[in-house]
């Protein structure tokens, strides 16, 4: 089983890479981008086959290492 987990800052949560980001693509001619947000994905490869079981392990992933829960939400896809 395959696991997509996404890691982004807490609204709120200021985004220096985020507002970069936003600079570069002004100074590269694109002015309609408001803001930026930037985040992670990480891939898991599970050799979990039950998906309760993977999710189970994936939450505890996220809480215990993939995110910082106190600036970071997560979420995650499972297939």
């Not at 220096?16 to 408001?34: I, N, R, T, Y």
């Not at 039950?50 to 995650?76: G, P, Q, W």
């Amino acid at each position: 089983m395959k696991a997509k987990v996404t890691v982004m800052l807490k609204t709120g949560v200021l985004d220096p890479q985020g507002e970069a980001v936003k600079s570069a693509l002004g100074s590269l001619g694109f002015e309609g981008v408001d803001a930026v947000r930037q985040g992670k994905v990480i891939e898991l490869d599970l050799a979990e086959s039950d998906r309760a079981a993977a999710e189970t392990a994936v939450t505890e992933m996220c809480e215990k290492l993939l995110a910082n829960t106190v600036i970071e939400s997560y979420s995650f896809e499972l297939a």
